[in-house]
C-alpha cells in the first residue's frame, strides 16, 4: 500500500484546510486510516482515525470539535478537513493505515505510511 498526502500550505489562524491521503496498491476497505502530526522537536502525535466502513471516527482532545475525519473508499481517499485552525497546529501531517478492524492512537500499530505534508499556522 502507498500512501500520499497533499494539501498542506501556509493559512492564517481560524482559517481552514483540506488535507487529502490516495492510497494506491490496495482497496483501503479494509483498512484503518488515521492521520498523525509532528512538530519540530516533538514526538509524533495522533489527530483523527475512521474505521474502514467510516461509521466510527476518533479525534485527539486537541483537534475535537475544529478537525474532521472522513473517507471515500470508492476513490481510495481519506480526507481531513481541519477548520479554526491555530498557530499550535503546525506540523508535518503524515497520513497512514494500520491492517484490521479496530482503531488505535498508538503510531507504532500503524503498517504503512505516507510522506509528510507541512501545515503552517501564522498567527
Not at 476513490?75 to 478492524?101: F, I
Request: hydrophobic content about 35%; aromatic content about 14%.
Amino acid at each position: 500500500v502507498q500512501l500520499q498526502a497533499s494539501g498542506g500550505g501556509l493559512v492564517q489562524a481560524g482559517g481552514s484546510l483540506r488535507l487529502s491521503c490516495a492510497t494506491s496498491g490496495r482497496t483501503l476497505r479494509r483498512y484503518v486510516m488515521g492521520w498523525f502530526r509532528q512538530a519540530p522537536g516533538k514526538e509524533r502525535e495522533f489527530v483523527a482515525a475512521i474505521t474502514w466502513g467510516g461509521g466510527s471516527t476518533y479525534y485527539s482532545d486537541s483537534v475535537k470539535g475544529r478537525f474532521t475525519i472522513s473517507r471515500d473508499n470508492a476513490k481510495n481517499t481519506v480526507y481531513l478537513q481541519m477548520n479554526s485552525l491555530k498557530p499550535e497546529d503546525t506540523a508535518n501531517y503524515y497520513c497512514a493505515a494500520r491492517v484490521g478492524a479496530y482503531y488505535t492512537m498508538n503510531a507504532w500499530e500503524y503498517h504503512y505510511w505516507g510522506q509528510g505534508t507541512l501545515v503552517t499556522v501564522s498567527s
